[in-house]
Nanobody, 121 residues
Framework: VQLQASGGGLVQAGGSLRLSCAAS????????MGWFRQAPGKGREFVAV????????RYADSVKGRFTISRDTAKNMVYLQMNSLKPEDTAVYYC???????????????WGQGTLVTVSS
């Protein structure tokens, strides 16, 4: 599976962005898809994951109620809709694919290249 993240940019606090992750490979539907982020000087942290149904989504407490993860299996796409953005959301955002629904980085087998989100105050 190859992953390509896009959609990052500069936005003011309170604004919205939608990140996209395009996946290649015929086995896309068998993977859980996650979003992680890494702020300057910090480790990579979990943001959200979508398993194999809407009931298998998980969110970090810091983004719950503001971010929504979704996937379109027919298009091999995963999205992260980010609303009410805050300066502390500034980071490089990565999409990842793994065989389990996980909130840590280790179980994910494939990673995209990252897309930068900058939220100005």
């Amino acid at each position: 599976v190859q992953l390509q993240a896009s959609g990052g940019g500069l936005v003011q606090a309170g604004g919205s962005l939608r990140l996209s992750c395009a996946a290649s490979g015929r086995t896309f539907s068998s993977y859980a898809m996650g979003w992680f982020r890494q702020a300057p000087g910090k480790g990579r942290e979990f943001v959200a994951v979508f398993g194999w149904s809407a009931g298998s989504t998980r969110y970090a407490d810091s983004v719950k109620g503001r971010f929504t993860i979704s996937r379109d299996t027919a298009k091999n796409m995963v999205y992260l809709q980010m609303n009410s953005l805050k300066p502390e959301d500034t980071a490089v955002y990565y999409c990842a694919a793994g065989k389990v629904v996980a909130t840590t980085t280790a179980p994910y087998d494939y990673w995209g290249q990252g897309t930068l989100v900058t939220v100005s105050s």
